[in-house]
């Protein structure tokens, strides 16, 4: 029996702070009063002329982050004038890699005919009617190979790698300078 009185006593209450949270919320909407057309504040707003640069700003930063870069390297940086000795050694590297160069070639007495054909920075071996980059191989001879693409002739010879540029070689006086074939 003291439980119904207990409920009943929850539900008058609930229903009196509903009343009460009313009351105060209409007093408190009828206690503002409209903003005044001329603020006190409007000496310190920004000018059309402002507002209009900081937009064009905030448009130019938010294109910035939503552009996907197709370089490696940021185009707004600044120092991008002067390039470092890495910068151009990896641009020689890049040079090299991009090379259809023939290394060597392989001519036994018996046996098929070879050609050591690097590029891409990986070398392969290939034999006369192999395909390659530059076409089809239709012969091989020392120091140098014969290929067809498009229906026209073609000869690579034997090539050494391109000096490194002087600005990139390391000035090393205490050991002796190789140069790899790499």
Same mark, same amino acid.
């Not at 209009?52 to 552009?67: A, H, P, W």
């Not at 000795?85 to 890699?97: S, T």
């Given at each position: 029996?003291?439980?119904?009185?207990? /409920?009943?006593?929850? @539900?008058? &209450?609930?229903?009196?702070?509903?009343?009460?949270?009313? !009351?105060?919320?209409?007093? #408190?909407?009828?206690? !503002?009063? %409209?903003?005044?057309?001329?603020?006190?504040?409007?000496?310190?707003? &920004?000018?059309?002329? #402002? &507002?209009?640069?900081?937009?064009?700003?905030?448009?130019? !930063?938010?294109?910035?982050? %939503?552009?996907?870069?197709?370089?490696? +390297?940021?185009?707004?940086?600044?120092? &991008?004038?002067?390039?470092?000795?890495?910068?151009?050694?990896?641009?020689?590297?890049?040079?090299? %890699?991009?090379?259809?160069? #023939?290394? =060597?070639? @392989?001519?036994?007495?018996?046996? +098929?005919?070879?050609?050591?054909?690097?590029?891409?920075?990986?070398?392969?071996? *290939?034999?006369?009617?192999?395909?390659?980059?530059?076409?089809?191989?239709?012969?091989?001879?020392?120091? %140098?190979?014969? *290929?067809?693409?498009?229906?026209?002739?073609?000869? !690579?010879?034997?090539?050494k790698l391109p000096e /490194?540029?002087?600005?990139i070689k390391k000035n090393?006086? =205490?050991?002796?300078?190789?140069?790899?074939?790499?």
């Amino acid at each position: 029996m003291e439980d119904k009185y207990i /409920k009943d006593f929850v @539900i008058i &209450l609930v229903v009196i702070l509903l009343i009460a949270f009313g !009351i105060k919320s209409y007093s #408190l909407y009828n206690k !503002i009063e %409209e903003v005044p057309s001329k603020s006190k504040y409007s000496n310190i707003a &920004l000018g059309e002329k #402002l &507002l209009g640069q900081i937009k064009n700003i905030e448009t130019s !930063i938010q294109d910035r982050k %939503e552009f996907s870069f197709g370089v490696q +390297k940021d185009p707004l940086e600044q120092n &991008l004038i002067v390039r470092t000795r890495e910068d151009l050694e990896e641009q020689w590297r890049m040079r090299i %890699e991009n090379m259809v160069r #023939l290394e =060597s070639t @392989i001519i036994p007495e018996h046996g +098929k005919k070879r050609a050591a054909i690097a590029y891409k920075g990986s070398t392969k071996i *290939y034999t006369v009617g192999d395909s390659f980059v530059k076409g089809k191989i239709i012969d091989i001879k020392k120091g %140098e190979i014969t *290929y067809l693409y498009n229906g026209r002739k073609g000869k !690579i010879k034997v090539t050494k790698l391109p000096e /490194k540029p002087k600005a990139i070689k390391k000035n090393n006086k =205490s050991r002796k300078n190789r140069e790899y074939n790499w």
